[in-house]
């Protein structure tokens, strides 16, 4: 049976409307993914301090490219043997993504430099100011180069392992910058056996630690960096939001560290978020518990932008 004149007609102008709806979509489809995904940017930055460019990825939100506003920043800080691409390369950007795409979190930039083995400290020997880097080059370098939020209650630090000692460190030595920091699987260590063993853990300790901490290891230069020193005087990181977790069963003991930080805050009445949670330390750990860490800083950083909006007399 033949079909019928109408029915022809029908079918070829059924036809046009998806070819033309098919060409649309393939003319707007670089804008719309502009727009609708996020981008990963990676450079480097040469430094003054440092006499050479450091490395470093920073994480653009869905829409960056096609609007002009400015956003909260967060840094996230690498763990040992790691560099600038172990978020993106891991499951770090695709957790970020989803919890965005969930409606968990909104849109802010993350940055994450490569550190070495510097634990983001200035080494003892004064050879890797790291921290003085950090804080007078590359922070400022970040806001000049994107659309960031300049007031510190919407600049965030966060890491894993040397990167979690590295966040607290930062965070509670340059109040003026964070307004909030978060570690997970902080590498904090209270104390050293005398004599300092060669082997085992510790000889493992020695070794990662005497290229910022001096070689033989100085424990004097070490204590005065630890986020547990710097814990007993709250007074000054007064403003700053803290939380902060650890595997009960980190392979390197570092939830004695995460539980004594806690004990430490808690009797100097800093208020802050704690948790000790189920599993072991690096990336196994990190995949499932590091929605919390990035939940915890959109919360404050949406408090800080409801915060300025409601000054300025209007909807943020």
């Known amino acids: 049976m033949r079909p019928s004149p109408h029915t022809v007609s029908l079918f070829r102008r ?30 480097s930055l040469p430094s003054a301090v440092l006499g050479r460019a450091v490395d470093y990825c920073v994480a653009l939100p869905p ?3 096609a ?32 919890l965005m795409g969930q409606g968990k979190i909104g849109k802010f930039i993350v940055v994450m430099p490569d550190g ?23 922070v400022p370098a970040i806001d000049r180069k994107y659309r960031t939020m300049t007031n510190r209650q919407v600049h965030g630090v966060s890491g894993t392992s040397m990167g979690g000692f590295g966040a607290l460190h930062l965070g509670m030595e340059h109040p003026d910058i964070f307004g ?3 570690a997970h699987s902080a590498a904090l260590i209270a104390k050293f056996p005398n004599p300092l063993p060669s082997e085992g853990r510790w000889g493992f300790y020695a070794r990662v630690l005497q290229e910022p901490f001096g070689a033989p290891l100085n424990e004097a230069y070490f204590d005065a960096n630890n986020p547990l020193t710097l814990a007993e005087h709250p007074e000054r990181f007064s403003h700053l939001e803290l939380y902060f977790d650890c595997g009960d069963q980190d392979r390197y ?64």
């Open 253 to 316: 003991g570092f939830e004695e560290g995460a539980k004594l930080l806690d004990q430490i805050l808690t009797a100097k009445g800093f208020p802050h978020d704690f948790a000790l949670r189920p599993g072991n330390h690096g990336w196994s750990y990190l995949s499932q518990y590091l929605h919390y860490s990035l939940e915890f800083h959109w919360k404050i950083f949406s408090q800080a932008e409801d915060a300025s909006a409601a000054a300025k007399g209007g909807p943020r």
């Open 180 to 182: 909030s920091a978060s």
């Open 14 to 43: 059924l036809t046009s409307a998806g070819l033309a709806l098919l060409a649309w979509t393939l003319l707007a489809w670089p804008a719309f993914a502009q727009t609708s995904s996020a981008r990963l940017d990676c450079e």
């Open 63 to 65: 829409g960056y490219d």
């Open 67 to 98: 609007g002009a506003g400015r956003y909260p920043v967060l840094y996230y800080l690498h763990g040992l043997f790691e560099n600038e691409k172990s978020w993106s390369e891991r499951s770090g950007q695709s957790i970020w993504e989803d």
């Open 116 to 138: 070495g083995k510097t634990f983001y400290v200035n080494s003892y020997d004064d050879r890797e100011r790291y921290e003085d880097f950090f804080v007078q080059e590359l």
